[in-house]
C-alpha cells in the first residue's frame, strides 16, 4: 500500500513558477513509478509527466520543456516543477504510483492515487 499527500499548489499569475511535491508513505517507494495528472472542469484526466524506478522521465506535449518532474527516493518525494505557467495549467493535479511494468502514460495503470492539489493560473 501506498498512501500520496500532494501540495504546493495555489494561485500564480501567468508566466510564474509553481513546483508542487507529493509525499509517499512506505518502505517500498523507490519500487514504484510516479506520474502527475490532471484534470481541469469539465475535461478529462489527462497525463503530465511520469519518472520511472530508474529516473527516466516522459512528459505530455504540453509539458515538455516548461516542467520537470523529479524524485528523492531517500525523502520518498516525487515533484513536479512548473514553469512559464499558462492560464491553460490550471486545474486540479494528482500525484499517483504504480508497481505496473507497462502503462505509465494511462491512469488506468496507476494504483494509487492523492487527494489532488488545485493550480489557478490568472492571465
Known amino acids: 500500500q501506498v498512501q500520496l499527500v500532494e501540495s504546493g499548489g495555489g494561485s500564480v499569475q501567468a508566466g510564474a513558477s509553481r513546483r508542487l511535491s507529493c509525499a509517499a508513505s512506505g518502505r517500498t517507494f523507490s519500487s514504484y513509478k510516479m506520474g502527475w495528472f490532471r484534470q481541469a472542469p469539465g475535461k478529462e484526466r489527462e497525463f503530465v509527466a511520469a519518472?520511472?524506478?530508474?529516473?527516466?522521465?516522459y512528459y505530455a506535449d504540453s509539458a515538455k520543456g516548461r516542467f520537470t518532474i523529479s524524485r528523492d527516493n531517500a525523502l520518498n518525494m516525487v515533484y513536479l516543477q512548473m514553469n512559464s505557467l499558462k492560464p491553460e495549467d490550471a486545474a486540479v493535479y494528482y500525484c499517483?504510483?504504480?508497481?505496473?511494468?507497462?502503462?505509465?502514460?494511462?491512469?488506468?495503470?496507476?494504483?494509487?492515487w492523492g487527494q489532488g492539489t488545485q493550480v489557478t493560473v490568472s492571465s
Open positions: 519518472i520511472s524506478r530508474d529516473s527516466s522521465t
Open positions: 499517483a504510483a504504480t508497481a505496473r511494468a507497462a502503462g505509465i502514460y494511462r491512469g488506468g495503470m496507476y494504483d494509487y
